[in-house]
């Protein structure tokens, strides 16, 4: 297929012309790590990461964040030393601060952070400060340890499943241990802080933040107000003799099965408009199980959403997954959404059950279940009633589902609760896993269906105030931009990776069509300067999904990254035939071995070459041939272009490479 290209190759790449922020790489004695845009990144000790993260947070009222902007950006760095000064500004609506940042990094690997600030208005604000990321991989069951103010000593193990509350509080040195007989801490001046696990909405990090949440919120901060704020990481104990070498990239298929691949669905548009006969045949080529189709039954319009998605589901043979949102009226709701049903006769795969008032709150109460129940049940006796949240996995951890009335919990993921950059969503994928994993932990084997995944957030449960209409010219809140680049298809298979590996009973994706889902419109985007999508053509992540569904109902093989932040992916095995999908992770390009294939293998890449044509015309992308290669003793090494995806077919089928199988 000829590669043609009109949009700029980065908005294919992540859906915006603007370049990223720059990435310089920085040592401090054995440590390695990254600074970016004010913020230090991946602070590690060889192959193991010690901090995720280290920045400063502006949050609003309503808990949004005020991005920066820097100036006056210095930078000193050596071989084993470095020292940072910049100025940070963060003005959005009447919130004006400004901060001087000193970073700076010493042989020893001490690191010190150092924020001085102060408000240039009086604004309301849920934070200000300092804020430090601890990678769960590595933290989670690890020993730590916690100086109080006070002066007391704390002890005690990081969570392995997510804490459903804060589990560290009035810090003001956290140390954790990294390996037997050496300790990282970090050691807080300024504020009192504590720590929460962040997987609650799915950030791959435990977060120490201040100020304690037990306090009242939102703050006034009348003009003038100084902030200051420091965080030092000092190592503790004997360093291990080869800390700096780091692993080759790599990435190991397995052997033996885990489970077998969810069905997968799509929601319903949020445009209300029509699907197009060719959008109706390019969904069919992706196999969805069930098309979600919400309905607030309280409000005008539910009736004819109703028929529109059960038409759809029908054309696509697929069944509904409808979310019930009700309100204290419910048995007069339900009584209304019955006589509507036995007119329009939709095929219904399950029932989400919602309540309004609840929204933000926890689990669907015991009484609304009932009622469902009591009302819809014998109209498909086979369809399962569910409970869950209708905002983030935390509701469910905080709130439990009734579970001798509930055939299986549901919760939402949506990554952008607290960082919308483009490491900092990417790196949410891996803690998808944790959910559902934690999930489990309470359920008592009820199935767990995740219910939708979205790139935003569809409203935002924790607001204290009214949220601002977009201004002219701007996205509304639930649309990203990178829904429609390679960006969009690379955490999408990420996305797959790990809740297929994890072994939910269902999947729901985006929306079929429109800024929303896995295609454009025929008439294209409502603002093609800000959402640069083609006209009738379909997202990257659209082909992630047509060769996830040509493997529908296949066994999910377990594969292993070296480098979870860089490349991953996932292996599903069908009839003999073995397909893996590889996504590049990153903004750079990255070389990686494969390991586990066949001795012949056909690739496809889908990268910033090839995506213009592969949006345009689908089909034809999709039919052509991939190209054959020789693996050598079932290793294939690949280059994959930023945020580029590949597909590994075993071209013969049968064994794979024998030296090259780990156990995972």
């Known amino acids: 297929m000829v590669a043609t290209s009109q949009l700029p190759t980065n908005v294919i790449r992540y859906g915006r012309d603007e370049p990223l922020p720059e990435r310089v790489p920085l040592r401090a004695g054995p440590l390695s790590l990254v600074f970016e845009q004010g913020d230090l990144r991946y602070v590690r000790l060889g192959d193991r990461e010690l901090l995720r993260r280290v920045y400063v947070a502006i949050r609003d009222r309503n808990w949004g964040t005020v991005p920066p902007r820097l100036s006056d950006l210095r930078i000193d760095r050596g071989e084993a030393q470095f020292e940072i000064s910049f100025t940070s500004e963060h003005i959005e609506g009447d919130i004006d601060f400004v901060w001087r940042g000193t970073i700076s990094g010493d042989e020893k690997g001490t690191i010190v952070y150092v924020m001085d600030g102060e408000a240039r208005s009086t604004f309301l604000r849920n934070r200000i400060g300092i804020c430090v990321l601890h990678p769960p991989k590595e933290c989670a069951g690890a020993r730590f340890r916690v100086l109080k103010p006070d002066g007391t000593l704390e002890e005690g193990v990081l969570p392995e499943h997510i804490s459903p509350h804060q589990p560290v509080l009035d810090i003001h040195a956290l140390l954790h241990e990294v390996l037997p007989g050496l300790w990282a801490e970090v050691r807080f001046e300024g504020d009192v802080f504590e720590m929460e696990d962040q997987r609650n909405w799915t950030d791959d990090s435990f977060k120490t933040y201040s100020t304690p949440l037990r306090l009242p919120y939102p703050v ?55 699907l197009s006969a060719r959008e109706i045949e390019r969904l069919r080529a992706l196999r969805l199980a069930h098309l979600r189709v919400d309905l607030p039954l309280a409000e005008a319009g539910w009736a004819e959403a109703l028929r529109r998605a059960t038409r759809e589901a029908a054309a696509l043979g697929a069944a509904l997954e409808v979310a019930l949102l009700l309100t204290d009226n419910a048995e007069a709701e339900l009584r209304a959404l019955r ?29 609304w279940l009932e009622l469902a129940r009591a009302a819809l049940g014998s109209y498909d006796p086979s369809a399962p009633f569910g409970s869950g949240p209708n905002s983030n996995f935390t509701e469910l951890n905080r709130v439990r589902p009734p579970l001798d009335v509930a055939d299986f919990v549901f919760y939402p993921i949506n990554p952008q609760v607290h960082a919308v950059d483009n490491a900092s969503v990417m790196e949410t994928v891996q803690a998808q ?32 105030g009214p ?36 072994g939910v009973a269902s999947v729901t ?40 569904g040509d493997f529908a109902g296949a066994e999910v093989i377990p594969s292993l990254s070296t480098d979870r932040l860089a490349v991953d992916g996932l292996a599903l095995r069908s009839n003999g035939a073995t397909r893996v999908l590889l996504a590049n992770l990153s903004p750079d ?12 293998v056909a690739v496809r890449l889908l990268d910033e070459m090839n995506a213009e044509a592969a949006m345009r015309t689908p089909e034809v992308f999709r039919a052509a041939s991939s190209a054959a290669r020789n693996t050598s003793g079932g290793e294939l090494e690949l280059e994959l272009l930023p945020y580029a995806v590949a597909r590994i077919d075993d071209v013969e089928g049968g064994e794979r490479g024998e030296s090259n199988r780990e156990p995972l």
């Open 509 to 548: 994706y985006y929306e079929t069509s429109g800024w929303r889902g896995v295609m454009e419109t025929e008439a294209g985007s409502p603002l093609p300067e800000r959402f640069r999508s083609l006209p009738g053509a379909v997202f990257p992540l659209y082909h992630v999904f047509a060769d996830v």
């Open 589 to 600: 390009t990255q070389r990686v071995h494969v390991r586990g294939l066949g001795p012949r």
């Open 339 to 367: 006589a509507e049903l036995e007119a329009a006769k939709p095929r219904v795969a399950r029932w989400l059950v919602l309540h309004l008032a609840e929204h933000g709150k926890g689990s669907t109460s015991r009484r």
């Open 433 to 464: 896993r944790y959910t559902v994993e934690s999930a489990r932990a309470f359920v008592d084997g009820t199935p767990i269906v995740v219910t939708p995944v979205t790139l935003k957030q569809r409203f935002n449960p924790v607001a204290t």
């Open 467 to 502: 949220e601002p209409e977009p201004g002219p010219g701007e996205l509304p809140p639930q649309v990203d931009p990178r829904q429609m680049a390679l960006f969009g298809a690379a955490w999408t298979l990420g996305s797959l990776k790990y809740l297929a590996e994890s």
């Open 220 to 274: 006034e901060v009348p003009k003038g107000t100084k902030v200051f704020q420091s965080a030092t990481l000092t190592l503790l104990g004997q360093l291990p003799a080869q800390a700096g070498e780091v692993s080759p990239l790599a990435f190991t298929v397995g052997d033996q099965p885990a489970g077998t691949l969810p069905p997968i669905g799509l929601g319903s548009a949020s445009h209300g408009q029509p």
